[in-house]
């Protein structure tokens, strides 16, 4: 990643903030603000940063705001609402190397984005926070706020000197994903290919300790990013996540199929576990021969989900889905007699938030957020235990009438702890305590 002196400010003490709910006659009292949000990187169906900005933005303007999101590719699905605007990028982790053209190197961003990919690097982060850099100078000085998304570049530090008022969503340290990745990894060339790719924590570890206003999604998440990037867990506020539970519900017209068990995949990476949910599906199946397993996003042939699905002789079994609507996604919850999250780590875990909220069993793991956010509203096992997910798979397979209390138990934590009213309401209490400091 390349260093970029010029653009970084100097450190400046500051008090943490807490986000909390505000009386609601203040709230009153408030003007709407106007809001820009920022996403490097936006998948609207994989991924949770497109998912968070989708529903933050949403409920940020129910709550009578206004609010513009700026995005690289790929670009999130907004509230009809909500403004987007299109960073311009060159997606090469998309489209290839291949796709460059001559207009694009007379860019001196568009030159490191390309050779950032051509060396194994992930460079979208630091290329992305240059053209925001560049965009709000020009367009942004009549926004109250401007909330970063995990961007953590050195453009966010070149905001935050030049008076923008800055707030960052630091989900989990991605720290995380390389110590998991790095464990996985079975050669030195591998390792060291993982290294470059995650080339781009120096950058953030540097950024992420000039940050005045840091807020992250869990209590789980706080402690390790203090930990990662030598924070004291105090200066990091805490807004959790939240489900639309009007969008995500259980669906009276929609049947449970006994046989159908479900996973949500984003990326075919270790951090995310779904060896140890194969190897539990295929101890079950002797017993299950009906068994259907599907995935939400497809695992790649040549990595190594696809090549455990082959070896355990799972292909009949499984069924792989992308790009699909809410409502399908909604649809295929409650469908489902069982959800799994096998997740190593996750800094909140929207997945298992989704399927409670629907009304379905849950599986989860004890990984990062999850216990934070599933409660004693779904089963937990260890990370890294197929076995452990196999026995519970089993039993609740076994008996309708505990998938039954465990869909209700989950419904009622999500509605009752993680809506995005509530997120809403307490995040722009937060805004109105940094723009206060910052005008005091």
């Not at 169906?45 to 933005?57: F, H, R, T, V």
């Not at 539990?280 to 021969?289: G, M």
Request: net charge neutral.
């Amino acid at each position: 990643m390349p260093s970029d002196p010029a653009l970084i400010a100097s450190p400046s003490p500051i008090q943490p903030l807490k986000a909390s709910v505000t009386p609601l006659r203040e709230v009153e009292a408030r003007r709407a603000l106007k809001i820009c949000l920022l996403g490097y990187r936006s998948a609207p169906y994989g991924g949770g940063q497109g998912i968070y900005l989708k529903y933050l933005s949403k409920a940020l303007v129910e709550a009578g705001h206004q609010v513009d999101v700026i995005s690289g590719q790929p670009y999130p699905h907004l509230d009809p609402r909500v403004k987007l605007i299109k960073m311009p990028g060159m997606n090469l982790f998309e489209t290839g190397l291949g796709s460059i053209r001559p207009h694009h190197l007379t860019s001196l961003t568009n030159i490191y984005e390309w050779t950032g990919k051509l060396t194994g690097a992930f460079s979208e982060p630091f290329c992305f926070g240059r053209r925001v850099l560049k965009y709000l100078k020009k367009h942004g000085r009549h926004y109250d706020i401007i909330h970063d998304n995990q961007c953590l570049s050195y453009g966010m530090l070149a905001l935050q000197k030049q008076g923008f008022p800055l707030v960052t969503t630091i989900h989990h340290p991605i720290t995380s994903d390389l110590n998991i990745a790095l464990s996985a990894a079975k050669s030195w060339t591998e390792r060291l290919l993982i290294r470059r790719w995650h080339s781009f924590l120096t950058m953030q570890r540097k950024v992420a300790r000039e940050l005045h206003h840091v807020v992250t999604v869990s209590e789980r998440s706080r402690m390790d990013i203090a930990a990662a990037f030598d924070i004291q867990p105090a200066g990091i506020s805490l807004v959790h996540c939240g489900i639309d539970t009007e969008e995500f519900r259980p669906l009276d017209n929609v049947g449970k199929n006994p046989n159908r068990i479900m996973a949500t995949v984003s990326s075919d990476q270790p951090l995310k576990g779904m060896r140890y949910l194969l190897e539990a599906v295929a101890a079950v199946l002797p017993k299950y021969p009906n068994l259907e397993l599907l995935l939400v996003g497809k695992p790649r042939e040549d990595g190594e989900s696809g090549q455990l699905i082959r070896e355990l002789g799972l292909s009949k079994h499984i069924r792989a889905v992308s790009g699909i609507s809410t409502e399908d996604l909604v649809k295929y919850y409650n469908e489902a007699s069982v959800v799994v999250v096998p997740s190593v780590y996750e800094g909140f875990g929207l997945p298992a938030g989704e399927a409670m909220a629907c009304g379905t069993a849950l599986i989860s793991t004890d990984g990062g957020a999850l216990p934070e956010v599933v409660g004693d509203a779904a089963i937990q096992v260890p990370v890294r235990n197929s076995q452990a997910i196999a026995e519970v798979l089993d039993t609740l397979l076994a008996s309708p009438a505990w998938r039954e209390e465990l869909a209700v138990a989950g419904r009622k934590r999500i509605e009752e702890l993680f809506c995005w009213t509530r997120a809403a309401q307490q995040m722009t209490d937060y805004y109105w305590q940094v723009i206060q400091r910052e005008n005091s």
